[in-house]
T-cell receptor
Framework: SQTIHQWPATLVQPVGSPLSLECTVEGTSNPNLYWYRQAAGRGLQLLFYSVGIGQISSEVPQNLSASRPQDRQFILSSKKLLLSDSGFYLC???????????????FGEGSRLTVL | AQSVAQPEDQVNVAEGNPLTVKCTYSVSGNPYLFWYVQYPNRGLQFLLKYITGDNLVKGSYGFEAEFNKSQTSFHLKKPSALVSDSALYFCAVYSGGGADGLTFGKGTHLIIQP
């Protein structure tokens, strides 16, 4: 069965410090991968998605970047964190090859980032 | 552009009573609609989806949702609420963007009172 791992689960970082959140998927090949941010425990905002190694699309301009160095690995990074980067970050995957829109997303357990 | 609205920030229901969590959508073309549930400090879990076919969709944990094209709604329902159903519920629509990216509503807190 497929599983998704996300770490670290909790992170407290000072303003201006770098960030690296990692997500890996097991049990599937060539997944579509996503990073979402959830602010104040409510709505989700799609930050990045990837359909393959090295292929990253950004949905919104921001202080963050994403990379996909391996098929089932997705990394969210920042060189210098801002206070506004605080939030709950969720990685998700969907199955490659599904007809568009028909494949549900499978989420990791999330990483809570607090920038002080 | 596709969008989804959840008009209620919070819904309170007594245990054993039926529950409804409302969702309306706006899409161009055929809608692909989803419901997810989130427990505190956890990731989202898929409940059910509507792609095509019967307007009444059955999902996990006894939940179902009714697709109404004329009212552009996809309300989540359950005949008898449990205290353990208390959580944050998200409606989502396939956004038409890259891959299978979804556009989510802002979420509705469902509180089931014993």
């Amino acid at each position: 069965s497929q599983t998704i791992h996300q770490w670290p689960a909790t992170l407290v970082q000072p303003v201006g410090s770098p960030l690296s959140l990692e997500c890996t998927v097991e049990g599937t090949s060539n997944p579509n991968l996503y990073w979402y941010r959830q602010a104040a425990g409510r709505g989700l905002q799609l930050l990045f998605y990837s359909v393959g190694i090295g292929q990253i699309s950004s949905e919104v301009p921001q202080n963050l970047s994403a990379s996909r160095p391996q098929d089932r690995q997705f990394i969210l990074s920042s060189k210098k964190l801002l206070l506004s980067d605080s939030g709950f970050y969720l990685c998700a995957w969907s199955a490659w090859g599904k007809a568009r829109g028909s494949g549900e997303l499978f989420f990791g357990e999330g990483s809570r980032l607090t920038v002080l | 552009a596709q969008s989804v609205a959840q008009p209620e920030d919070q819904v309170n229901v007594a245990e054993g009573n039926p529950l409804t969590v409302k969702c309306t959508y706006s899409v161009s073309g055929n809608p692909y609609l989803f419901w997810y549930v989130q427990y505190p400090n956890r990731g989202l879990q898929f409940l059910l989806k509507y792609i095509t076919g019967d307007n009444l969709v059955k999902g996990s944990y006894g939940f179902e949702a009714e697709f109404n094209k004329s009212q552009t709604s996809f309300h989540l329902k359950k005949p008898s609420a449990l205290v353990s159903d208390s959580a944050l519920y998200f409606c989502a629509v396939y956004s038409g963007g890259g891959a299978d990216g979804l556009t989510f509503g802002k979420g509705t807190h469902l509180i089931i009172q014993p």
